[in-house]
């Protein structure tokens, strides 16, 4: 099985700041990966598709790169409404996994 | 309204049967492979299982292999996991989810219903 880790697995930041959260495969798995945010209580919602494409309505200071094993997803400038878990989703081999979670407070 | 509403959740003992069912409104299902992923409150996201649009690929975690089993029918656009000997561990909210593909799909995972609890405890 690919195993997803995720860092940091916590972050603390500030309105304004720009962050990064890491994703890494196990093995490669081309650019069969997203990224999805959820606040409490709610359901997951995709950010990023095919490793970098930006959903529909999402803003535009979410960006995802990367390709093969090392993933990453920044936030150019975080918004109050961006605090949140961030989870990463390789969909390239059965079973797909996520990464375990980045909790930006 | 394009959207998935799941239903059949509840209080089950362990070691008991329990089958969830996810219709699909508002797009065409028959295009679409179709997965289960799971999360305990306060806990990451685990995937579950996966169809195909034709239900030819199947695919399931190693930790409900042999206990849950996913299907779908088209007609009434509708998605299932009946889930048997269900134990504690298996405790979560089942949300189902919407993909382009059941192989490498590049448009994984774009839609997510609200999700419904199983509780498992005696």
């Known amino acids: 099985d690919i195993q997803m880790t995720q860092s940091p697995s916590a972050m603390s930041a500030s309105v304004g700041d720009r962050i990064t959260i890491s994703c890494r495969a196990s093995?490669?798995?081309?650019?069969?990966l997203a990224w999805f945010q959820q606040k409490p209580g709610k359901v997951p919602k995709r950010l990023i598709y095919?490793?970098?494409s930006l959903e529909s309505g999402v803003p535009s200071r979410f960006s995802g790169s990367g390709s093969g094993t090392e993933f990453t997803l920044t936030i150019s400038s975080l918004q109050p409404e961006d605090f949140a878990t961030y989870y990463c989703l390789q969909h390239n081999t059965y079973p797909f996994t996520f990464g375990p979670g980045t909790k930006v407070d | 309204e394009v959207q998935l509403v799941e239903s059949g959740g509840g209080l089950i003992q362990p070691g008991r049967s329990l089958r969830l069912s996810c219709a699909a409104s508002g797009f065409d299902f028959d295009d679409y492979a179709m997965h289960w992923v799971r999360q305990v409150p306060g806990e990451g996201l685990e995937w579950v299982s996966g169809i195909s649009w034709v239900s030819v690929g199947i695919a399931y975690a190693d930790s409900v292999k042999g206990r849950f089993t996913i299907s779908r029918d088209n007609a009434k656009n509708s998605l299932y996991l009946e889930m048997k000997s269900l134990r504690l561990e298996d405790t979560a909210v089942y949300y189902c989810?919407?993909?382009?593909?059941?192989?490498?799909?590049?448009?994984?995972?774009?839609?997510w219903g609200q999700g419904t609890m199983v509780t498992v405890s005696s």
């Open positions: 093995q490669g798995i081309s650019n069969s």
């Open positions: 989810v919407r993909s382009d593909g059941f192989l490498e799909p590049t448009d994984a995972f774009d839609l």
């Open positions: 095919a490793a970098s």
